[in-house]
């Protein structure tokens, strides 16, 4: 079966390469730690770029690799590179964790987000969602993970009085070792199962471990600590235990609600607009016997803008077709015509699809455009092919059709040459219209004149009488008369022709940085503050023509951005020290500034830590393409400012954020410095600093780096 998805899943994989040292500082971590492993990495082949970050007490190695450069391969050599290196790494650095990231895991979203409302408290409904919900949903081939966000769960916690257990010589390690040995799992052997396959025999062996059942119904004052002299002194005579809430790790909101949230992820490759329409009708099943206290919604489903943009390709590739086809009808005035190029078109898309099948071709937005656009060269193949075979009842121009089909399938081979991210995401594109044009040569040989054969047209008479002398000889005289007046006044014609299209005059700089006679000439000309303080906006605009506009609003403005959903991204992260408590409080105050926009938004959050917490806002159809997406994140920057003591990151992506709108939004600007010394860096950051924010227009500047 053929995989539907939004984007290609072809790209490039890379690696990150993480390690902890304590609470050491950045300084200390960039030159002891971060630079050694870069430096020993770097001597490896295949690596196309290297960056890293160094924190407080983390490291982090960013590296990209060339396309010819196999990953596991690579990941091989680093593994002993560092196996090597890390002897000599300073004491109390953690062993660097090497992770291979593809495409497909760096753009890793939900599929599905559905939120479960009650009456009952928050651990009851979680213990619903993961005994109920998320236990029937795994069942469905497709599905990557499960993730439930929103409940807190329980702990048992144990408070005991310094002078009691000092009275008894008992320390808190020796509570804290009492636990670890009453809770430990005690390995006592293991089970070795045989199976007999057709030419081996094969092992498997299970570790068996002795634990307790259930620890709902742990006796903790009869557990025992410690034994002093004859007695064993047991938790319930020097401790307390109570079971009290978690403290919550992370927090997940879904439109600034708090609820229990059961978060779907497809598995890789897999179709997600099927994959969607099995979890969906699970869940219509699921609703039907849930308790009468519980609502469960829907709150994120990715495969609607999907199914969106998918529609609107069928459409435009109908309303294609049907508009050839009504040209093909005008020209034949034949039915049965009509009827030969659908059917020819019908066979040649068929026998295209177990080709995309069978050479892994994944349908997205790029294929199913190579598709629209080789429909017009389709049906060109076949009509040339049909009217020679009426007309002249041989298969003579087959030879030509083959020669220009050629051209235009080699012509795509630009696409190799395109830069990487380019090249990866038109490479279906291209491929899709070569197979299309390969098949269409094969069915206008064979299968358009074994139609013939079976549907006989007599197209000459037909069209004898159709001619329409008089129309086109009104249409000849007006004509005549056009290219007549256009003669007699040539120069002025030229003139006009060259002028609407043109002149790169705007194009020429304002002052030539050399000596010598030229530059001089043209400094003291072209390049006077006379002339580009008052002719030269005139001059630009008179002569600079179409092509002046396509470069001021069209060329200079394009950028390449891929085809996706309108989301603007919130970021927020506070310094080592504070907690996720306070940057939750935080973020809290963002999502209420959001909620005023809720009619015309929808927005979930992420809290993972007291460094990073992301709030993702969806537009509707009404809002995704206009000016509203700009708007919003100004006021978002602008409300960012308030909130101090968070370092907040602000952008959008997609369609919404690609389109030249004309607003004028807040602006974040970032100048980036490098260089060896990372102390006389960060002074003449400094200073940077100190006259940026000199100026009136500048409202906050921020310095951030490693």
């Given amino acids: 079966m053929l995989s539907f998805r939004l984007q290609p899943s072809a790209g490039l994989a890379s690696f990150t390469i993480t390690s902890t040292w304590g609470s050491t500082s950045a300084i200390i971590v960039e030159g002891q730690l971060t630079s050694q492993l870069e430096a020993a990495i770097n001597t490896l082949k295949?690596?196309?770029?290297?960056?890293?970050?160094?924190?407080?007490?983390?490291?982090?190695?960013?590296?990209?690799?060339?396309k010819y450069t196999d990953p596991n391969q690579l990941r091989l050599e680093m593994s002993a590179v560092i196996r090597r290196l890390y002897p000599s790494l300073p004491v109390g650095v953690s062993y660097p964790s090497i992770n291979l990231s593809t495409p497909d895991e760096e753009d890793e979203k939900p599929l599905l987000i559905y939120t479960l409302f009650g009456s009952h408290d928050s651990e009851i409904l979680q213990e619903y969602v993961e005994n109920y919900l998320k236990t029937g949903l795994a069942l469905i081939a497709g599905i990557e993970k499960i993730i439930v966000y929103g409940g807190v769960g329980n702990e048992w916690q144990v408070i005991y009085q310094p002078e009691t257990i000092n009275r008894l010589s008992i320390t808190p390690e020796d509570i804290t070792q009492a636990l670890k040995l009453f809770f430990h799992h005690q390995p006592i052997g293991h089970v070795i199962e045989y199976e007999q396959g057709e030419n081996r025999r094969t092992e498997k062996k299970m570790s068996v471990k002795l634990a307790?059942?259930?620890?709902?119904?742990?006796?903790?004052?009869?557990?025992?600590?410690?034994?002093?002299?004859?007695?064993?002194?047991?938790?319930?005579?020097?401790?307390?235990?109570?079971?009290?809430?978690?403290?919550?790790?992370?927090?997940?909101?879904?439109?600034?609600?708090?609820?229990?949230?059961?978060?779907?992820?497809?598995?890789?490759?897999?179709?997600?607009?099927?994959?969607?329409?099995?979890?969906?009708?699970?869940?219509?099943?699921?609703?039907?016997?849930?308790?009468?206290?519980?609502?469960?919604?829907?709150?994120?489903?990715?495969?609607e803008y999907v199914s969106n943009e998918l529609?609107?390709?069928?459409?435009?590739?109908?309303l294609t077709?049907?508009?050839?086809?009504?040209?093909?009808?005008?020209?034949?005035?034949?039915?049965?015509?009509?009827?030969?190029?659908?059917?020819?078109?019908?066979?040649?898309?068929?026998?295209?699809?177990?080709?995309?099948?069978?050479?892994?071709?994944?349908?997205?937005?790029?294929?199913?455009?190579?598709?629209?656009?080789?429909?017009?060269?389709?049906?060109?193949?076949?009509?040339?092919?049909?009217?020679?075979?009426i007309y002249r009842k041989n298969l003579k121009v087959y030879t030509a059709l083959l020669a220009s089909t050629l051209t235009t399938m080699v012509s795509l081979i630009v696409v190799w040459f395109l830069p990487e991210e380019l090249r990866l995401n038109l490479w279906d594109f291209a491929l899709i219209i070569v197979v299309n044009l390969s098949v269409s040569l094969a069915v206008s040989l064979f299968y358009i004149p074994a139609l013939l054969k079976m549907m006989p047209m007599n197209m000459g008479k037909q069209i004898k009488k159709r001619r329409r002398r008089g129309m086109i000889v009104w249409m000849n005289s007006y004509y005549?008369?056009?290219?007549?007046?256009?003669?007699?006044?040539?120069?002025?014609?030229?003139?006009?022709?060259?002028?609407?299209?043109?002149?790169?005059?705007?194009?020429?700089?304002?002052?030539?940085?050399?000596?010598?006679?030229?530059?001089?000439?043209?400094?003291?000309?072209?390049?006077?503050?006379?002339?580009?303080?008052?002719?030269?906006?005139?001059?630009?605009?008179?002569?600079?023509?179409?092509?002046?506009?396509?470069?001021?609003?069209?060329?200079?403005?394009?950028?390449?951005?891929?085809?996706?959903?309108?989301?603007?991204?919130?970021?927020?992260?506070?310094?080592?020290?504070?907690?996720?408590?306070?940057l939750n409080k935080v973020f809290v105050e963002m999502e209420k500034f959001v909620a005023q926009y809720d009619d015309q938004i929808q927005y979930y959050s992420k809290v993972h830590s007291p460094q990073y917490a992301e709030m993702t806002i969806l537009f509707n159809d009404n809002t995704s393409d206009n000016i509203f997406p700009y708007i919003l994140k100004s006021r978002l920057i602008a409300r960012s400012i308030d909130l101090g003591g968070v370092n907040w990151n602000i952008y959008g992506v997609g369609k919404g954020f690609s389109i030249n709108t004309g607003v004028n939004e807040m602006i974040n600007f970032k100048v980036a410095m490098y260089g060896f010394n990372f102390d006389e860096l960060e002074a003449q950051a400094k200073k940077l600093q100190a006259k940026l924010e000199m100026h009136p227009r500048v409202k906050k500047v921020n310095i951030s780096g490693g």
């Fill in 480 to 582: 005549a008369a056009f290219i007549t007046f256009l003669l007699r006044y040539r120069t002025a014609a030229i003139l006009v022709l060259v002028l609407a299209f043109g002149l790169p005059v705007f194009m020429l700089p304002n002052k030539i940085q050399s000596e010598g006679m030229w530059p001089n000439i043209y400094n003291r000309t072209l390049g006077s503050e006379w002339y580009t303080d008052h002719l030269k906006t005139h001059v630009n605009k008179y002569l600079g023509g179409s092509l002046r506009l396509f470069s001021y609003y069209v060329f200079e403005n394009s950028y390449y951005t891929k085809a996706e959903e309108t989301k603007l991204f919130v970021q927020a992260s506070m310094p080592k020290g504070a907690t996720i408590g306070q």
């Fill in 321 to 389: 077709f049907f508009i050839l086809m009504v040209f093909v009808f005008l020209v034949s005035l034949s039915f049965r015509y009509v009827l030969l190029i659908v059917l020819s078109l019908f066979t040649n898309l068929s026998l295209s699809f177990i080709f995309y099948y069978l050479l892994g071709i994944e349908i997205h937005l790029y294929s199913l455009a190579g598709i629209t656009v080789s429909l017009g060269l389709i049906i060109d193949n076949s009509i040339v092919m049909t009217d020679h075979l």
């Fill in 311 to 318: 529609s609107k390709i069928y459409k435009r590739t109908l």
């Fill in 212 to 303: 307790l059942q259930s620890s709902m119904n742990i006796q903790w004052e009869n557990i025992p600590v410690k034994k002093a002299g004859n007695r064993i002194i047991y938790l319930g005579e020097i401790a307390r235990i109570e079971r009290v809430k978690q403290e919550a790790n992370s927090y997940f909101r879904v439109n600034g609600k708090n609820a229990i949230n059961l978060v779907i992820y497809p598995e890789k490759g897999s179709n997600a607009l099927k994959l969607a329409t099995l979890i969906r009708g699970k869940i219509i099943q699921m609703k039907s016997v849930l308790p009468d206290a519980y609502v469960l919604e829907t709150s994120y489903d990715s495969t």
């Fill in 46 to 66: 295949g690596i196309k770029n290297i960056s890293s970050v160094s924190s407080p007490g983390y490291s982090k190695i960013d590296i990209e690799i060339d």
